[in-house]
């Protein structure tokens, strides 16, 4: 046979043995598999980067608008304002904690009657409108309007029968006010006689309250009322930057829509179309705005705010001055506490504020990284606003972070000594109860657990908070249901399978070498299991909870329905009880928020750059927990 052809026989039986080779058509398998899984990495990265790689110079044009149009130049007297009145929000709340416990109950009272009243109304209001009807009628029908008052005399009995009894009032006073509501009549001037004497006897016990605690009340408004002058005169301000502001967005509309004209005709092989666009580019009227007249009327009103601010400082001290030294409630001690405290560093930024509006200069520029900083380090939040839209992540980053931590610290403990338990210490038929049990969780979804949270847990721990014997706790009484504490326990659920899992295999891994020297040492079972064990599986339980962590940070159904929402920086003057505070996360407010903004615009490309920012953080806990297991991994004898 000749030698060509014999080498070609030779190739082809190889060929067709690579084919039918199973071992390699296997490791061809998932070579190709995960190559699919790299290539889907690569798309997700290659999609947050496309729609958020153009945020910072979208944000950029925006805060240089902010800027021109005067906005920044109203908001060091805004900042005022909104100081002004957070410390006198405290106040009135202090206010009506201390009040309270005197007219609460008259006012649970009052308000059961008005609800009662409410259904009742509602259950009969075809009837009470068709006799309304019939009352405006120009020519009444008498033998109508009696029907019609029957008919609701009677539908309105049967409602009030239905009404459920409440706590409030007593068994005689439901009855009569069950009479009095079954006869009520549009055409009556008074409501029934018992809401109107509840009602009395509410506002009686609140003007003894006012009365009793006339101290902290009167100071409360004296402070609240300090600002009004400054309030007319930012209001002021505030028309004229809008309104420059406005103009300022008319005008880049118009520059956009006749670049999208120009870019079309560019892109266009028809040259009569082309030529079209190019001459309705042409006629699209771009009006230069004279940023330094528009400002001046607005620059002018600096003499006059700072001739308010002496006013201002004094009424204000001399309100705070007045408050009470202490107060019969905790929560009003605290509120009154904070308030005092705030109070200082409100008073000093609005003393200076004056110096930075003078040093204020509207035609200066701002760099593409100072939007990037004030993405990164901004502590504000604020969109569909008709003044400014920022887009701070710190409140989103703290409270994600506050909330992985305190689900951190609850999951951790349990789901160690879970492992630690199973592996060392359970028989065989507990091992088979308990693993299944714990690994059973991951498969409760997380928007179940979030409902539990709103209708369970979160009315739970606020009514436990409210027990005076409790009080020693910081945070306690809880204000909202809906807090980190409340999303750190239901997300500590969720991450317990997780740490527990990896733990025990940790502990699984520790050469059976270990155990057996440290016995024939003379050590006993639980000796060897905290002294040698547990500190060889260390590097796998540390690599455990940084994988929950990361779990925890991921999760966006609970903390959407259970932390609150509140896009503020938590207040950490509370200490520890900064944990019953509501707080908004990363995951949370891209689903809350990325279904209502239109794509392409400022607030789309914030959300996907949250996305990154969560992506970088979920890859810096992952790489941290392959450090750790491959530096401290215990070689296997």
Known sequence: MPEDLTSGLLKKRTWLSKITDGQLLTRKGFALTASVTF?????????LLREGSGFFTTYQRELTVYRQAGLEYCDFVNKVVTGHEEIASKLNRAAQAEMAPIFSAARARRDAANLAMGAVQDAT??????????????????????KLREELTAAQSTAASRVPTNAG???????????????????????????????????AKEGEAREKFSALVTASAEFEASLEPVATLHGAMKEIAVATKEAAVQQHMAEDAKAQLLEAAAETSDATHAET??????????????????LQPLLEKH??????????????????????????????????????DSFETHIAYANNSGEQMKAWKWD???PKVKAATHFLFGGDWITNSSWQ???GVVPLFTGSLLIALTALLIAMPLSVAAAIYTNQFAGKREQSIIKPSIEFIQAIPSVVLGFIGISVLGDLLKSVSEASWLQWIPGFPIQERLNIFN???????????????????????????????????????????????????????LAAMLLGLGRIFGETMVVLLVAGNRLAIPDFSDGPGVVFQPVGTMTGIIAQELGEVSRGESHWQALFMVGILLFVVSLVINAAARVIVHKFAVPRI
């Open 487 to 541: 999303a750190g326990c239901l997300l500590a659920l969720m991450a317990v399978p997780t740490i527990y899992s990896l733990a025990e295999d940790a502990i699984n891994n520790v050469p059976r070498a270990f155990s057996e020297a440290s016995e024939a040492l003379g050590a006993t079972k639980l000796q060897t299991v905290f002294r040698v064990v547990v500190p060889s599986a260390s590097s796998g339980i």
């Open 303 to 340: 003499p006059e705010y700072e001739a308010l601010l002496p006013v201002y400082n004094a009424a204000a001290r001399k309100a705070i001055a007045a408050l009470p030294a202490t107060a019969a409630q905790k929560i009003a001690r605290d509120l009154i506490s904070k308030s005092k």
């Open 389 to 391: 839209d920022f887009y």
């Open 125 to 146: 209001s075809l009837q009470r409108t068709a006799l309304e009807e019939a009352l405006a009628a120009e020519n009444k029908d008498e033998p109508l309007i009696t």
């Open 39 to 47: 290539g889907v990495l690569i798309l997700i990265i290659w999609s």
């Open 169 to 203: 009032l007593t068994p005689e006073e439901l009855r009569a006010l069950l009479g009095q509501l079954a006869k009520m009549m549009p055409d009556s001037e008074e409501p029934p006689a018992l809401i109107t004497e509840l009602s009395a006897a509410a506002a």
């Open 277 to 294: 666009l190019r001459a309705d580019a042409a006629q699209t009227e771009i009006t230069p705005i004279d940023f330094s007249g528009r």
């Open 364 to 366: 200066e520029s701002i």
